[in-house]
Protein backbone atom coordinates (compact mmCIF):
# COMPACT_ATOMS: atom_id res chain seq x y z
CA UNK A 1 0.00 0.00 0.00
CA UNK A 2 1.51 2.82 -0.78
CA UNK A 3 1.49 5.98 1.37
CA UNK A 4 -0.46 8.93 0.79
CA UNK A 5 -0.95 11.73 2.80
CA UNK A 6 -3.25 14.33 4.27
CA UNK A 7 -6.60 15.42 3.01
CA UNK A 8 -8.99 17.88 4.61
CA UNK A 9 -8.32 20.93 5.83
CA UNK A 10 -9.02 24.67 5.64
CA UNK A 11 -10.68 27.37 7.15
CA UNK A 12 -12.91 27.00 9.91
CA UNK A 13 -14.95 29.43 13.01
CA UNK A 14 -13.98 28.36 16.63
CA UNK A 15 -16.19 25.65 17.38
CA UNK A 16 -16.68 24.12 14.25
CA UNK A 17 -15.58 20.17 13.46
CA UNK A 18 -13.11 19.28 10.54
CA UNK A 19 -11.69 15.65 9.62
CA UNK A 20 -8.48 14.61 8.38
CA UNK A 21 -7.66 11.42 6.92
CA UNK A 22 -4.53 9.72 5.30
CA UNK A 23 -3.63 6.09 4.32
CA UNK A 24 -3.15 3.87 6.73
CA UNK A 25 -0.83 1.15 5.77
CA UNK A 26 -1.02 -2.39 7.59
CA UNK A 27 0.76 -3.62 10.76
CA UNK A 28 2.28 0.01 11.23
CA UNK A 29 1.05 2.88 13.91
CA UNK A 30 -0.12 5.63 12.64
CA UNK A 31 0.43 9.60 14.33
CA UNK A 32 -0.71 12.77 13.57
CA UNK A 33 1.41 15.71 14.70
CA UNK A 34 0.81 19.77 14.02
CA UNK A 35 3.01 22.72 13.94
CA UNK A 36 3.30 26.00 14.16
CA UNK A 37 5.69 28.25 12.49
CA UNK A 38 9.01 28.55 15.28
CA UNK A 39 7.72 25.90 16.85
CA UNK A 40 8.64 21.77 16.74
CA UNK A 41 5.90 19.26 15.74
CA UNK A 42 3.77 18.40 17.82
CA UNK A 43 2.46 14.69 18.89
CA UNK A 44 -1.19 15.09 18.77
CA UNK A 45 -2.94 11.60 18.42
CA UNK A 46 -1.50 8.34 17.23
CA UNK A 47 -3.55 4.67 17.02
CA UNK A 48 -1.79 1.69 16.80
CA UNK A 49 -2.42 -1.61 14.46
CA UNK A 50 -5.01 -3.11 14.06
CA UNK A 51 -6.41 0.27 16.72
CA UNK A 52 -6.12 -0.99 19.66
CA UNK A 53 -3.66 1.39 21.09
CA UNK A 54 -4.76 5.23 21.31
CA UNK A 55 -2.75 7.89 22.39
CA UNK A 56 -3.77 11.93 22.51
CA UNK A 57 -2.01 14.92 24.40
CA UNK A 58 -3.60 16.15 26.63
CA UNK A 59 -4.44 19.61 24.79
CA UNK A 60 -6.72 17.74 22.36
CA UNK A 61 -8.19 14.60 24.66
CA UNK A 62 -11.94 14.99 24.63
CA UNK A 63 -12.17 17.15 21.48
CA UNK A 64 -9.93 14.65 18.67
CA UNK A 65 -10.61 11.12 18.28
CA UNK A 66 -8.48 9.02 16.17
CA UNK A 67 -9.59 5.89 14.19
CA UNK A 68 -8.43 3.38 11.80
CA UNK A 69 -10.46 1.74 8.94
CA UNK A 70 -8.25 -1.16 8.24
CA UNK A 71 -10.48 -2.45 5.30
CA UNK A 72 -10.40 0.87 3.81
CA UNK A 73 -6.08 1.63 4.33
CA UNK A 74 -7.97 5.17 6.04
CA UNK A 75 -6.51 6.53 9.27
CA UNK A 76 -8.59 9.55 10.31
CA UNK A 77 -8.56 12.47 12.50
CA UNK A 78 -11.48 14.02 13.40
CA UNK A 79 -11.18 17.63 15.01
CA UNK A 80 -14.30 18.67 16.93
CA UNK A 81 -14.91 21.97 19.27
CA UNK A 82 -12.08 23.76 17.49
CA UNK A 83 -10.04 27.00 19.14
CA UNK A 84 -7.68 29.56 17.63
CA UNK A 85 -4.80 27.52 18.98
CA UNK A 86 -5.31 25.02 17.56
CA UNK A 87 -4.41 26.57 14.08
CA UNK A 88 -1.29 25.00 12.49
CA UNK A 89 -0.09 23.02 9.99
CA UNK A 90 -1.11 18.90 10.74
CA UNK A 91 0.94 16.02 9.75
CA UNK A 92 -0.23 12.24 9.05
CA UNK A 93 2.68 9.85 9.47
CA UNK A 94 3.32 6.16 9.54
CA UNK A 95 5.64 4.86 12.04
CA UNK A 96 7.82 2.11 12.02
CA UNK A 97 6.27 0.35 14.96
CA UNK A 98 3.11 -1.18 15.51
CA UNK A 99 2.76 0.77 18.85
CA UNK A 100 2.21 4.24 18.81
CA UNK A 101 4.59 6.82 20.00
CA UNK A 102 5.07 10.54 20.65
CA UNK A 103 8.34 11.14 19.37
CA UNK A 104 8.67 12.33 15.36
CA UNK A 105 11.80 10.00 15.32
CA UNK A 106 9.87 6.75 15.29
CA UNK A 107 7.77 8.10 12.28
CA UNK A 108 9.68 7.19 8.61
CA UNK A 109 6.80 8.68 6.23
CA UNK A 110 5.54 11.79 6.52
CA UNK A 111 2.61 13.66 4.29
CA UNK A 112 2.77 17.44 2.98
CA UNK A 113 0.75 18.77 5.68
CA UNK A 114 -1.95 20.69 5.76
CA UNK A 115 -3.20 23.90 7.05
CA UNK A 116 -5.90 24.79 9.82
CA UNK A 117 -7.20 27.85 10.48
CA UNK A 118 -9.32 28.78 13.10
CA UNK A 119 -10.60 32.05 13.58
CA UNK A 120 -12.77 33.11 16.50
Known amino acids: QVFVGESGGGSVQAGDSVSLSCTATQYHAMGWFRQTAGDEREFIAG????????YYADSVKGRFTVSRDNAKSTVILQMNNLKPEDTAVYYC?????????????????WGQGTQITVSS
Open 47 to 54: IGWPGTSI
Open 93 to 109: ARSQASTPHRGTKFYNQ
